[in-house]
């Protein structure tokens, strides 16, 4: 293991603050071939820092996948989606993190926002 920090930002280079409590989620195989997933909620910055079994352990060493949970603050009603849904999945993000012993670890995942569905009026 080792100690992951980062952002999540827009391809404009600006803080996905609008992600605040989502999770990013990251999952590769340890040394032992076991799986290991590691999570970390977003700031209001944008930043996250993520935590596999305790405070600062970071995620397992080497290629991990990545994805970006979105915030859900009732099991009942579906929040907006803010950004496409394909970074909800490993096999659709397109994002990875390939975390080393010495480090730095310090990550930088840029994500788009959803798409605008069309209006009537530009359907016609």
């Known amino acids: 293991m080792a100690p992951v920090r980062g952002k999540v930002v827009y391809p404009d ?12 989620v990251l999952e590769g195989v340890g040394a032992d071939g076991k799986g290991y997933s590691a999570s970390g909620t977003i700031d209001e910055n944008g930043n996250f820092a993520l935590i596999t079994e305790r405070p600062g352990d970071g995620a397992v060493l080497g290629k991990n996948k990545v994805l970006i949970a979105p915030y859900m603050p009732a099991p009942d ?5 803010i950004i496409d849904t394909k970074f909800e999945a490993f096999a659709t993000s397109g994002l990875e993190a390939d975390v080393t012993a010495g480090g730095p670890n310090d990550f930088t995942f840029t994500v788009e926002r959803v798409k605008a ?4 009026a530009a359907k016609k």
């Open 77 to 81: 009603r579906i929040p907006p989606r």
């Open 13 to 24: 280079g600006s803080a996905a603050t609008d992600l605040k409590d989502a999770q990013v």
């Open 117 to 120: 569905e069309p209006t009537r």
